[in-house]
């Protein structure tokens, strides 16, 4: 036996077995509050091209196919007006309807979309819209259309429109702005064909016969939608998935070990079983260097205050674990997850994607670690009377989150947006009927709809690029865009023979591009990308009422006065309102004093602003 003068040599290199005391019995703790095996969250890097192109290419017919259709109904509506002897203010309201419920359908379409992938959910819309369109060729009356086009078709629509959107966000980062442009181009390419095609559909088989012949193309997004194909992890993300992880346990190791000449610290066992190391102070508290970076830059620039969120918190061995019932939280299983899915341009333009893609990707797919209790767990979230699982849920929570009606930035583009839905959609509707009550034939009268179409093809190709340019104010940009967009609205009763209303078409088509291309751009630049889903689920609410809202109202002027003239005065002065007013966005922006919490040692929240 050793004297209590001497030590005994302790060898770093081999594991310390400390024996355990012996202590009563005690409960041990219900499985289902601590994993066995910590979820961490994957990170899947888009390939920016491979199978992208095919979904470019999916997105693209699919834009063709069902933009080319709803932009394009008013050569459908000149027939239906003759055939049921309705007035235009009452069938104005199927094409509103119809772009109404498709633009409204959107928050529904995201829960589907996350929850069975863009490829089901594209395929059902594809079958729901055609059957829509097919059973209105036995309608008798406009109420039938106002149910089987407006909403059967338009839930349709809506459901193939936001996976198109969506899939190609998850197969490009830096070449989204590029993917994206060709994509959403086949929505004007789509009227420049359609409405001619539906033209000598109609003259040849009467309405009835050209709208199921239109409901068998809308099948041929069934075949689109096939090709829409889950992004899975490939051998590159699965190395660099498992360099990430030894570099975490490494780094752990010399953090909290004393590390000597690169001589790790034993590890210790406890019954036989390794004792994992704790991680430091820091890692607990979710203090990265992103976070600490966002908060650094938000005391100089307010605009990034909302994007510092308070990490949340977690102390102990519950820090290292986390429940989730049902699927691992996954790019693959969460289609929708990703804070910037809706973003179009390229992610080239944002400071923290070019500083650490990986690091960004995982901030962007909004999973922070919680530990849920077995009640907490098994109790479902209930929202517009949908049982739903947690993500499910919190996505349809996030899009329909009314709580950025705060954000004075925010509810002065949404009163924007609302202004500029209730003229744009009056173009497509009304043009071939002012046009042929000019004395164009029925053949000038439709071509003016493809005149509208190839120059939102090309407006939205120069836009997108414009729109990328370091030395372009993207928000000055759209507002101009808007307010000559009005103009030539209000000026076009002046333009009535055929070269000067294809020109009055051609400056529609170019100005309107920016309405649809920049939205989520802009969007970005005034409120960031943490808020982008929140609002642009809110936008979609606020476009589709305004569309139900916009061409019946014209109707209903032509309908007592007798042309066109005033409803197109009004459509025109509520898109340039809808472009001024915004150029009062810079001015709330210096008066708004930023605002932030600090947590005292005394547990209170202290408000300080800055002077």
């Known amino acids: 036996m050793a004297g209590p003068d001497k030590e005994e040599p302790v060898n770093t290199g081999a594991p310390l077995n400390i024996p355990a005391k012996a202590s009563p019995p005690r409960e041990k703790p219900p499985p289902s509050q601590i994993d066995e095996k910590p979820v961490v969250p994957d990170t899947i890097s888009p390939p920016d091209g491979g199978w992208g192109w095919f979904v470019v290419f999916a997105s693209f017919m699919i834009h063709i196919i069902a933009d080319g259709i709803t932009y394009s109904f008013g050569v459908f509506l000149v027939e239906l007006i003759a055939k049921f002897d309705a007035d235009r203010g009452a069938a104005s309201l199927i094409p509103s309807i119809l772009v109404g419920v498709t633009l409204g359908s959107g928050p529904i379409a995201s829960y589907f979309t996350n929850r069975y992938g863009c490829r089901v959910v594209t395929i059902a819309g594809a079958i729901l819209a055609s059957a829509g369109l097919a059973l209105s060729t036995a309608a008798n009356s406009i109420v039938v259309l106002y149910f089987t086009i407006g909403i059967l078709t338009g839930l349709g629509f809506g459901l193939i429109y936001l996976p198109a959107i969506v899939s190609v966000s998850i197969y490009f980062e830096k070449k989204r702005a590029f993917a994206t442009g060709i994509a959403v181009c086949g929505s004007g390419l789509g009227t420049f064909i359609m409405a001619p095609v539906t033209k000598g559909l109609i003259s040849k088989f009467g309405w009835q016969g050209a709208m199921l012949v239109t409901s068998g193309l809308i099948l041929c997004c069934i075949l689109f939608g096939c090709l829409m194909r889950p992004l899975k992890p490939g051998k590159d993300n699965k190395e660099k998935g498992q360099k990430g992880t030894l ?365």
């Open 247 to 611: 570099d975490e346990k490494e780094s752990l190791t010399i953090t909290n070990g004393n590390c000597h000449n690169g001589v790790s610290p034993p590890e210790l066992l406890l019954n036989g079983s390794t004792i994992s190391p704790m991680k430091p102070f820091k890692q607990q508290m979710g203090m990265t260097d992103g976070y600490q970076d966002v908060a650094r830059m938000a005391m100089s620039h307010p605009a990034f205050l909302d994007q510092a969120e308070r990490p949340q918190v977690h102390f102990g061995s519950a820090a290292q674990f986390r429940v989730e019932k049902g699927n691992q939280l996954s790019p693959a299983n969460s289609v929708m997850g990703r804070k910037d899915i809706f973003y179009s341009g390229s992610l080239l333009n944002i400071p923290e994607y070019k500083k650490d893609p990986e690091l960004y990707r995982r901030s962007m797919l909004d999973c922070k670690e919680e530990v849920v209790s077995t009640s907490d767990a098994e109790n479902q979230s209930k929202i517009c009377c949908i049982k739903a699982g947690s993500k499910q849920a919190k996505i349809l929570h996030q899009m329909l989150d009314f709580s950025l009606f705060k954000d004075p930035i925010f509810m002065m583009y949404a009163a924007s947006n609302f202004l500029t839905s209730i003229g744009f959609n009056v173009p497509y509707v009304y043009t071939v009927d002012r046009a042929e009550q000019w004395g164009m034939d029925g053949d000038q009268a439709a071509f003016l709809l493809s005149v509208i179409g190839i120059a939102n093809t090309i407006a939205r190709l120069i836009l997108g690029w414009l729109s990328d340019r370091s030395w372009i104010n993207r928000l000055y940009l759209y507002n101009s865009c808007l307010i000559i967009c009005g103009i030539s609205m209000g000026l076009s009763v002046f333009c009535n023979t055929y070269h000067t209303q294809a020109v009055y078409c051609a400056i529609f088509g170019i100005t309107s591009g920016a309405y649809v291309g920049l939205t989520s751009v802009v969007l970005v630049d005034l409120l960031g990308l943490d808020k982008l889903t929140n609002a642009f689920g809110l936008l979609l609410m606020f476009q589709g009422i305004a569309s139900v809202i916009g061409p019946p109202v014209i109707g209903a002027l032509y309908d007592s006065i007798g042309n066109y003239d005033a409803g197109f005065y009004f459509s025109g002065t509520m898109i340039f309102l809808s472009g001024a007013m915004l150029f009062a966005i810079p001015l709330i922006q210096k008066r708004q004093r930023p605002s932030f919490k600090i947590t005292s040692g005394k547990g209170e929240d202290d408000l300080l602003t800055e002077t």
